[in-house]
Structures are given as structure tokens and as C-alpha cells.
């Protein structure tokens, strides 16, 4: 499964790491299979099959120079308690196409508080291996809306803001993020690396995240993340 197409195929995505294959149990995920290096110390869990790797064996089914030894199948399906969550505030990824922005959005976005994270455009897989791990298991507990649009967006009310690092968009200058509503059903829309947001996206308010260093602009994960925990601390202030 180390293809996209062949996840996707099967519905299954494999999940490597102690910690992340308990995060997957914990959450709920439907575990499929579980593998483990003989080296390793037993961590399984009970229920789902184990089969058990020499180390060399191990190695081929690791996509990382030093596996722990533990890695489990798991199904794309998520708990229903995740798929039903009702959307308060999302971050919508516009063709983030590198697999450390991505992880690190998601979870900047879990911990934030945000109910949904929505791909559109040409986004990387958030099932990849490289993602999985950026996530920190933030991927187990966040609903993701694959394929997503902006019209679906637009059609549930949600009021998309656009990260921007430009000094003026279609001759206006954007609104600083600390100036701007973060009440409501909002979209915070963060922009690919090397081409930022989709020039037909629907945006409501384009903003910047003011700073004063020499730095033209943050990268997508930093900025999301600054973004993200500026929404959630004003979200909760104004409860």
C-alpha cells in the first residue's frame, strides 16, 4: 500500500510506530492487521491478527530508515462518532502538495479545535505513510473531507478566510487576521507552497498574519498553525 492508488483501491492505509498504531486502537479505527518485528517487544493488541516479521522482513514493509518494529493495516473508514461530528470551524488545504505541510496542518487544526479538515484541488494523500507520521495521529481524530469543494463549502454557510502573504489582492490590500470576525462557521484556507490559493476560490476576506521580522511570509503549516491558535483562542473567549 505504499501507492495511492492502491490504498484507495482497498480502502486501507498502513499506520507504523508504537505510538501511532495505539493511537489508532484508542480512537476507535477499525485495525485490520497488525504486523511486529520479532525484535520488538510483544505490543499488540487483542482482536485484530498479528503477523510476526524478521527484521530484514520488517524493513520491507517500513517506508523509515529505523522502524520500531510495530505497524498495523487500518481502514479508511472512520469511527461514526468522527464522521458525524457537526462542522463549527474548518481548515480547508487548497493543493498542498508536500506531506510535512499537510501532517503539520492537521495537526495544528486538531489541536486548535477545528472540526474538519477539507481538501480541495490537487492536495497529497493524508493516508501516506509521510503524512500520517507528520500528523502525530491528529489524522485519527479530526474529520477529513476528501475531494472536498468550495461550492460544498459555500453551500454550508462557511465563511472562507484566505491566507495571504501578498500586500494587495485584485488592487486591495487584505485584512490583518487580528482585525477580522472569527465567529461563526469559518473557513480558515491555507494555500499551496508554490502557488498559494486557487485564483477561482471563493474567498470572503483575505488576510495576513503581521509580523515584523525581515521573513516575506511564513510557510503554509507555520502560518496555518499561527492561524489556527489565534482562531481557537478567540473562539473560546467568546463563549
Not at 98 to 126: F, H, K, Q, W, Y
Not at 159 to 188: C, E, F, M, N
Amino acid at each position: 500500500m505504499g501507492r495511492r492508488s492502491a490504498r484507495y483501491d482497498e480502502g486501507l492505509f498502513v499506520v507504523e510506530g508504537e505510538l501511532l498504531v495505539a493511537e489508532a486502537f484508542d480512537a476507535g479505527w477499525n485495525v485490520i492487521e497488525q504486523f511486529q518485528s520479532i525484535d520488538a517487544r510483544d505490543q499488540f493488541r487483542d482482536g485484530p491478527p498479528v503477523s510476526f516479521l524478521y527484521g530484514d522482513d520488517f524493513k520491507k514493509i517500513s517506508d523509515v530508515m529505523s522502524p520500531q518494529g510495530v505497524a498495523a493495516i487500518v481502514s479508511m473508514e472512520p469511527p461514526a462518532k468522527l464522521a458525524k461530528t457537526t462542522m463549527t470551524w474548518c481548515v480547508v488545504c487548497d493543493s498542498i502538495a508536500d506531506p510535512g505541510n499537510l501532517g503539520t496542518i492537521m495537526r495544528s487544526a486538531e489541536a486548535a479545535g477545528a472540526s474538519t479538515i477539507s481538501l480541495v484541488g490537487n492536495c497529497v494523500d493524508p493516508f501516506s505513510p509521510k503524512v500520517v507520521r507528520a500528523s502525530a495521529g491528529a489524522v485519527f481524530h479530526v474529520q477529513m473531507r476528501l475531494a472536498d469543494t468550495y461550492e460544498q463549502l459555500l453551500a454550508q454557510e462557511v465563511r472562507l478566510l484566505g491566507l495571504t502573504s501578498h500586500h494587495a489582492i485584485a488592487g486591495k490590500s487584505p485584512s490583518s487576521l487580528y482585525d477580522v470576525a472569527i465567529s461563526g462557521r469559518l473557513g480558515l484556507v491555507v494555500g499551496s507552497e508554490s502557488h498559494g490559493i486557487s485564483p477561482s476560490a471563493p474567498i470572503h476576506e483575505w488576510v495576513t498574519i503581521a509580523h515584523v521580522g525581515r521573513s516575506e511570509s511564513l510557510n503554509a503549516a507555520m502560518a496555518a498553525t499561527v492561524a489556527c491558535m489565534y482562531v481557537a483562542h478567540n473562539r473560546e473567549a467568546t463563549r
